[in-house]
C-alpha cells in the first residue's frame, strides 16, 4: 500500500508516493503560482494525482497534505496563508471528490514534525519541536509521540512569535515577528541593507546556472569570506536562538529539528543559535535537548505521505 504526500509552498508544491516503511518511490513538484487562485490550484493539483494514480493505480491508497499556513485539520481548511494569500480554501474536500482518495490535511511543519518523528528519528524521541526554515518560519510538535494541534488546530505558529517588540513588518501583518528576522524574504532583505552592489554580489556568488540573489548566494559569500554575508547570517541565528529558546523553556522537547531551504546555511548561523541557547539563566532544558538538522528537503512531504497512510489503514 502506498501513499501520497503533497507540500504546499509558498513557491513550490511537491508530490511524493511512500511506502509504509517511507521509502520515495517518486517525486513530482510545480510551481504553486498562488496568485492564479485556489480553484485553479486545486485543479492543477487533481490533475497530478490522476498522473500518478495511472502510474500506480490501486496501491495508492491516501492522500495526506501540508500547507504553509493557519489550518483547520478536522475540515480540511486552509485558514490564513500569509505566503500563499489565501483565506479560508477547501483543500481536502474537493481533492477528495477529484481523487476519491481519503485526504488528512495538516500545516505543513505538522507534517515535516511527523516526517521527523517517523523517518529521522524512527519514533525514538516522543517529545520533537520541528522548525520549518524557508520562505517564512512553521513548526510543528509531536508531544508523547502524537501530534499535537491544540485547541483550535493552531500549535505550533512558532514563526509569528514576537521578538522583537514593534521591530520588522512580517507577511502576516504583524511586526517583530520570528519569520520577519529569520525567514528567506527577511535575510535576503536585511542582506540588501547591507550589501552595496548586488550586481556584482549576484556575479560572484549565485549558483550557476541561477544567477538569484537567494540564500544560496548568501552562503556562497559566507563560504568565501564575504565580512557582510557572514554577518546576516550570524544575525539570523542570533534572532533564530532567541525565538528557539522561549519555545524549548515552553515545551521541553526531546529533539528539536530544523529542516528546509534555510537550514542549508547551518555553518553560518548555527553558533550564534547555540550561543543564545547557551547564555539562558535556566540551563535544564538546555542539558537534555539535542539540536538536529535534517539534509531531506522533502521531509514535509514524506511525513504527509505516512500520516496519511496512517490515518487511512486505521
Given at each position: 500500500m502506498?501513499?501520497?504526500?503533497?507540500?504546499?509552498?509558498?513557491?513550490n508544491t511537491?508530490?511524493?508516493?511512500v511506502n509504509?516503511a517511507g521509502?520515495?518511490?517518486?517525486h513530482?513538484?510545480?510551481?504553486?503560482?498562488?496568485?492564479?487562485g485556489?480553484?485553479?490550484?486545486?485543479?492543477?493539483l487533481?490533475?497530478?494525482?490522476?498522473?500518478?494514480?495511472?502510474?500506480?493505480g490501486?496501491?495508492l491508497?491516501?492522500?495526506?497534505?501540508?500547507?504553509?499556513?493557519?489550518?483547520?485539520?478536522?475540515?480540511g481548511?486552509?485558514?490564513?496563508?500569509?505566503?500563499?494569500?489565501?483565506?479560508?480554501v477547501?483543500?481536502?474536500?474537493p481533492?477528495?471528490k477529484?481523487?476519491?482518495?481519503?485526504?488528512?490535511?495538516e500545516n505543513?511543519?505538522?507534517?515535516?514534525?511527523?516526517?521527523?518523528?517517523?523517518?529521522?528519528?524512527?519514533?525514538?524521541?516522543?517529545n520533537?519541536?520541528?522548525?520549518?526554515?524557508g520562505t517564512?518560519?512553521?513548526?510543528g510538535?509531536i508531544?508523547?509521540?502524537?501530534?499535537?494541534?491544540?485547541?483550535t488546530g493552531s500549535?505550533?505558529?512558532?514563526?509569528?512569535?514576537?521578538?522583537?517588540?514593534?521591530g520588522?513588518?512580517c507577511?502576516?501583518?504583524?511586526?517583530?515577528?520570528?519569520?520577519?528576522y529569520c525567514?528567506?524574504?527577511?535575510?535576503l532583505?536585511?542582506?540588501?541593507?547591507?550589501?552595496r552592489?548586488?550586481?556584482?554580489?549576484?556575479?560572484k556568488?549565485?549558483?550557476?546556472?541561477?544567477?538569484k540573489?537567494?540564500?544560496?548566494?548568501?552562503?556562497?559569500?559566507?563560504?568565501a569570506?564575504?565580512?557582510?554575508?557572514?554577518?546576516?547570517?550570524a544575525e539570523?541565528?542570533t534572532?533564530?536562538?532567541?525565538?528557539l529558546?522561549?519555545?524549548i523553556?515552553?515545551?521541553n522537547p526531546?529533539?528539536?529539528?530544523?529542516t528546509?531551504?534555510?537550514?542549508?546555511a547551518?555553518?553560518?548561523?548555527l553558533?550564534?543559535?547555540?550561543?543564545?541557547?547557551?547564555?539562558?539563566?535556566?540551563k535544564?532544558?538546555?542539558?537534555?535537548?539535542?539540536?538536529?538538522i535534517?539534509?531531506d528537503a522533502?521531509?514535509?512531504?514524506?511525513?504527509?505521505?505516512?500520516?496519511?497512510?496512517?490515518k487511512?489503514?486505521?
Amino acid at each position: 500500500m502506498l501513499g501520497i504526500g503533497i507540500d504546499i509552498g509558498g513557491t513550490n508544491t511537491k508530490l511524493v508516493v511512500v511506502n509504509r516503511a517511507g521509502k520515495p518511490l517518486t517525486h513530482e513538484r510545480f510551481k504553486t503560482e498562488s496568485s492564479k487562485g485556489a480553484g485553479y490550484f486545486i485543479k492543477r493539483l487533481g490533475a497530478a494525482v490522476e498522473e500518478l494514480r495511472r502510474d500506480y493505480g490501486r496501491q495508492l491508497v491516501s492522500i495526506g497534505i501540508g500547507a504553509a499556513g493557519d489550518v483547520d485539520p478536522e475540515r480540511g481548511v486552509l485558514r490564513f496563508s500569509p505566503n500563499l494569500g489565501w483565506r479560508n480554501v477547501k483543500i481536502a474536500g474537493p481533492l477528495e471528490k477529484l481523487t476519491g482518495l481519503p485526504c488528512s490535511m495538516e500545516n505543513d511543519a505538522n507534517m515535516a514534525a511527523w516526517g521527523a518523528y517517523e523517518i529521522e528519528l524512527r519514533r525514538k524521541s516522543g517529545n520533537i519541536l520541528a522548525l520549518t526554515l524557508g520562505t517564512g518560519i512553521g513548526s510543528g510538535l509531536i508531544l508523547d509521540g502524537k501530534l499535537y494541534h491544540g485547541a483550535t488546530g493552531s500549535a505550533g505558529e512558532a514563526g509569528h512569535l514576537k521578538i522583537v517588540p514593534d521591530g520588522r513588518q512580517c507577511h502576516c501583518g504583524g511586526r517583530g515577528c520570528l519569520e520577519a528576522y529569520c525567514g528567506s524574504y527577511a535575510i535576503l532583505a536585511r542582506a540588501r541593507e547591507l550589501i552595496r552592489n548586488e550586481a556584482a554580489f549576484i556575479r560572484k556568488f549565485a549558483q550557476p546556472g541561477r544567477e538569484k540573489f537567494n540564500t544560496i548566494c548568501l552562503t556562497n559569500a559566507a563560504a568565501a569570506g564575504h565580512a557582510m554575508a557572514r554577518r546576516v547570517w550570524a544575525e539570523t541565528g542570533t534572532f533564530l536562538g532567541r525565538g528557539l529558546a522561549g519555545l524549548i523553556l515552553v515545551l521541553n522537547p526531546d529533539c528539536v529539528v530544523l529542516t528546509g531551504g534555510v537550514s542549508r546555511a547551518r555553518r553560518w548561523f548555527l553558533p550564534a543559535m547555540r550561543r543564545e541557547l547557551e547564555c539562558q539563566q535556566i540551563k535544564t532544558p538546555f542539558t537534555k535537548v539535542r539540536i538536529r538538522i535534517s539534509d531531506d528537503a522533502d521531509l514535509g512531504s514524506h511525513g504527509a505521505a505516512l500520516f496519511g497512510l496512517e490515518k487511512a489503514l486505521k
